[in-house]
């Protein structure tokens, strides 16, 4: 049996890096671009309305907001306030959306299925703070603050999160240092040296404690600046050939009707691209005392990205080649496999 392939929602058109829902709204918030090299492929952040339309989910484009010459890597959300990476600098940027008296619904196009952009949505040229108005719903989005993030000698911000009630956030980049700071102001609070090498991905959890898992294959947990433990997976996985691993990813995820649980979870990919790819694993580790609870092979696609729900039933997994798969959170056995992109996995409807 081939892959399951699912029905496109939008094709945006510029390369696709970040992809937030907003809980709120429910708007699809999606992000990329060419960056600043001059090839005529723009640099954006759209936001897209879902529709189910006959049946089938469809996604509109409401807004566009131009980000210049500054292609957005990645994002956070937390609230109406998005934190992206652009480049070395983090941009925080405010959207707010709401319903505008007298306006009538659009009727035409009212059965038209796919892709498809709503008349009168704002182009991808539009300046920066624009509002977007259509079919009652108001949508206006400003530039906040904005810091260097990443300062080695070739900076990029290769992740950011906020924590459990959106104060602050963290980044980390290429560079190894994670720095932590005040939402909204930017005003930075820590700064660490965290790994030789870049990050790869970094998790909050709602103790305060920060995961970070970088390229010198490393797993670290850490109370503000102070070392808490190593993630020790090797030691208590299966057996393993020669071949190292590293870890790709990590996201706290709550554990389903127990108010105070806390899991993690990890990819661990091989280090070295080999012509006999070995497998890439998913492991769920105990949020407490940081010891792996279990482990499981996820094919040999080597995995990107990973998200957890926010009921912390599902775990989603993206692949470098474009597959997206769904796992449960609690057995690690895996429910659904795709072909659609994976590069944004961060926002997966789970």
């Known amino acids: 049996m081939g892959r399951r392939r699912a029905p496109e929602l939008y094709r945006a058109p510029f390369p696709l890096y970040a992809l937030q829902v907003d809980p709120s709204t429910g708007l699809l918030i999606a992000a990329g671009g060419g960056g600043a090299?001059?090839?005529?492929?723009?640099?954006?952040?759209?936001?897209?309305?879902?529709?189910?339309?006959?049946?089938?989910?469809?996604?509109s484009l409401l807004h566009s907001h131009d980000t210049e010459t500054r292609a957005t890597m990645n994002l956070a959300l937390a609230g109406d306030?998005?934190?992206?990476?652009?480049?070395?600098?983090c941009q925080l940027l405010r959207f707010q959306a709401h319903q505008q008296k007298g306006n009538k619904a659009e009727k035409a196009g009212s059965k038209e299925q796919g892709p498809r952009q709503r008349k009168g949505a704002a182009p991808?040229?539009?300046?920066?703070?624009?509002?977007?108005q259509h079919e009652g719903l108001e949508l206006r989005v400003e530039n906040l603050q904005a810091v260097q993030t990443d300062f080695s000698s070739d900076p990029l911000q290769k992740?950011?999160?906020f924590n459990h009630?959106?104060?602050?956030l963290a980044t980390g980049g290429t560079d190894g240092y994670v720095r932590v700071w005040k939402v909204p102001s930017l005003e930075k609070v820590l700064e660490f040296k965290a790994h030789e090498g870049e990050i790869e991905d970094l998790a909050l959890g709602p103790d305060g404690k920060l995961v970070t898992v970088g390229r010198?294959?490393?797993?670290?947990?850490?109370?503000?600046?102070?070392?808490?433990?190593?993630?020790?997976?090797?030691?208590?996985?299966?057996?393993?050939?020669s071949t190292p691993y590293r870890y790709q990813a990590c996201r706290f995820g709550?554990?389903?009707?127990?108010?105070?649980?806390?899991?993690?979870?990890t990819v661990q990919i091989p280090h070295k691209r080999l012509r006999q790819p070995p497998p890439c694993y998913l492991t769920a580790w105990d949020g407490s005392n940081f010891l792996p609870l279990r482990t499981k092979s996820c094919g040999h696609e080597v995995i990107s990205c990973l998200n957890v729900s926010e009921s912390g039933t599902f775990l989603g997994l993206g692949t470098v080649t474009g597959s997206v798969a769904i796992y449960i959170a609690f057995s690690l056995q895996g429910v659904f496999l795709c072909g659609s992109c994976s590069c944004c996995v961060s926002g997966l409807l789970l």
Do not use: M, Y
Request: glycine residues 8%; hydrophobic residues 40%; proline residues 3%.
């Open 37 to 59: 090299a001059k090839t005529g492929i723009k640099n954006g952040v759209h936001f897209l309305q879902l529709e189910r339309i006959n049946g089938r989910l469809s996604a």
């Open 81 to 89: 306030i998005l934190a992206a990476g652009q480049d070395a600098h």
């Open 124 to 132: 991808a040229e539009k300046k920066c703070g624009a509002e977007t």
């Open 159 to 161: 992740v950011v999160c």
């Open 165 to 168: 009630d959106n104060t602050l």
């Open 216 to 241: 010198d294959l490393k797993a670290s947990v850490w109370q503000k600046n102070q070392l808490v433990t190593q993630l020790q997976w090797q030691e208590n996985g299966p057996t393993f050939s």
């Open 254 to 265: 709550q554990v389903p009707d127990q108010p105070a649980g806390l899991r993690l979870f």
